[in-house]
């Protein structure tokens, strides 16, 4: 069964493949493994349909072959079945260490829709991903939190997060950058009050900043201020 359903997505996967696109997100770098090269739509409905069944076997089923976009789907297809919270963070555990890239890792990042009686034990599960030290497994923890926690009740949580990680690499410091401007677009007085007083490396910091003044939600009066942040 396992091996007909891989066999079956990739099949499909090929079926959908546009060069065009695919020279595209090669250029891009969205993963280190091969790119087929599905658009996202398309991307997203295999994955929908994936759901409905065989979605289990399939997660299970990643290896280091998996394709760019087999990966994706199976970690999508993880939030788009119907179950539990308790079996989409079990099967979040066998996905994670097939994330390879930013765009794997972001592509379903995006795909969680949490119930209300699922946030407190998703943002516990998430805060442990984020402070892993593993680079991919932090930044699917950090971008999960940008997509669902900033808000009032959680944005002190998520300055002491961005902290005490342990920066592997680039993709979660850029992963705490980008949360960190997203703060700054919902909660710009907390999150300047924070900038002007955080103990961030240096990395992280601008790399924050930079996203901070690149966004259109931010005000001209507050890129002004961040410009002169800015650390040498």
């Known amino acids: ?11 499909r996967l090929f079926e959908l493949r546009d060069e065009k696109y ?5 250029k891009l770098k969205p993963s280190a493994s091969p790119v087929i090269g599905v658009r996202s739509a398309e991307l997203r409905k295999t994955a929908k349909e994936l759901a409905k069944g065989c979605w289990r076997e399939y997660v299970s089923a990643l290896n280091s072959s998996s394709y760019y976009e087999e990966r994706t789907a199976a970690g999508m297809s993880i939030y788009y079945a119907k179950t539990d919270i308790g079996e989409r963070m079990e099967y979040t555990d066998i996905f994670l260490p097939f994330i ?3 765009a794997v890792c972001d592509g379903v990042c ?10 407190d034990r998703f943002w516990e599960y998430a805060v442990k991903k984020a402070l892993s030290g593993e680079e991919f497994v ?3 923890g950090l971008v999960a939190i940008l997509h669902d926690f900033v808000d009032e009740e959680h ?3 998520i300055f002491d997060i961005i902290e005490r990680i342990n920066y592997a690499g680039f993709y979660d410091s850029v992963g705490a950058a980008w949360l960190l401007a997203e703060c700054m677009t919902k909660l710009p007085e907390r999150t300047f009050e924070y900038m002007r007083v955080s103990r961030l490396n240096d990395m992280v910091y601008n790399k924050a900043i930079q996203k901070m003044r690149e966004s259109y939600r931010v005000s001209p009066e507050i890129k002004n201020e961040l410009k002169r942040m800015t650390r040498a």
């Open 138 to 140: 932090s930044r699917f």
């Open 155 to 157: 944005i002190n949580g």
């Open 22 to 26: 695919r020279a595209f997100q090669e």
């Open 110 to 119: 995006a795909t969680i829709r949490l119930k209300k009686d699922e946030r």
């Open 1 to 11: 069964m396992t091996e007909n359903i891989t066999e079956d997505i990739r099949q």
């Open 100 to 102: 390879d890239g930013w």
